[in-house]
């Protein structure tokens, strides 16, 4: 999507540790019409499908997930972090570890929201390795939901995440790419 | 505003201690439609107010913020929380003490995306004790924004929070405000 490139090129700053900062528009303050139209994107993408169910993790993975219900017309359900293990019955849970946070979180979502008959897109902003798709996609297989495919605004395409997931028959459309990033700049892959 | 009225009275739960539950649109799973249509209310009720920011908290802020940011075209920013104290000098910080969870939160925005030109309108899902509204009051005053006003999707006016606020000579609009609830079901205060 050259628009959300465009922006990383202008408002994005990579810092040390291969951080991409893009807290001007997409995980601290958000550009609410870009989100809108990075939805709209992913709805297009995803056209025919069937999806009936968006899913993401709190916090940061909720505004585009906004941006792609409102555009595809479905719920958006968001698994809730938690310290600690719900040992209630009524929830679907699992670990995802954060590497950038570097601990654990347990994450869970109710299982009433989550059906057999669901067919789920997996929604988030960055993939890089991966962990937080697999957690969300393991909450769907738990609830014998059918994952349709992933959709990411920024794939960090030198972390193995998105690839892997490919490599697994899985579908996932990034909005953007990066390829490889450090103090000169970023290049994206051409999709 | 009648149709939020209907949804709560349709799939809201009462549960003890003074909960209500509307997880199933609102907080864990989210309608993205009805999102939009309470951000487009929120937009008209504040129309010619002159906003250019909405400062909500995660994370269950965020999805209304979007709605309301995507109908006023204006950026939505969300304090992060934290348990934890940043000493960076690039972040306005404040606590908020959450009755609900019996915590206190660290809540934090950057200092770059709250000027002192900015007038900020403050959106959040519930409105119950206020403490929330006041923390984000704090983090925008100790930016010298302007807050224009307060709008929340489901207000507690059981609770003190809301006609403290207004009190005050806040605008505090809330699209529906619970006058009193039990295991009856639910009576809002005529608006």
């Known amino acids: 999507m050259k628009s959300l490139e465009e922006k990383i090129l202008r408002e994005g700053k990579v ?6 900062k893009v807290g001007s528009f997409l995980n601290h303050q958000i550009d609410a019409d870009f989100i809108m139209e990075m939805g709209r994107e992913i709805a297009r993408l995803f056209e025919g499908a069937g999806v009936t169910k968006i ?31 719900n ?21 869970m979502v109710e299982k009433q929201f989550l059906q057999p008959d669901d067919k789920v897109l ?9 962990k ?28 193995q995440g998105g690839d ?4 697994q028959g899985l579908r996932v459309e990034s909005l953007a790419i990066v390829e490889r ?4 700049g970023v290049v994206f892959r051409t999709q």
Do not use: W
Request: proline letters at 2%; a negative charge; one cysteine or more.
């Open 15 to 20: 810092l040390p540790g291969g951080v991409l």
């Open 55 to 85: 899913l993401t993790v709190e916090a940061s993975g909720i505004a585009i997930a906004i941006g792609a219900g409102a555009a595809m017309h479905v719920p958006v359900l968001f698994a809730k972090k938690s310290k600690t293990v």
């Open 87 to 107: 040992i209630s019955g009524d929830v679907y849970q699992t670990v995802i570890h954060s590497f950038t946070h570097g601990v654990d979180y347990h994450v």
């Open 122 to 130: 997996i929604v988030d902003d960055f993939l890089a390795n991966g």
């Open 132 to 159: 937080a798709i697999e957690g969300l996609m393991n909450l769907a297989t738990q609830s014998d939901a059918t994952v349709v495919g992933v959709a990411c605004a920024i794939e960090k395409g030198f972390q």
């Open 164 to 167: 892997a997931l490919r490599g």
């Open 181 to 184: 990033m450090d103090e000169n």
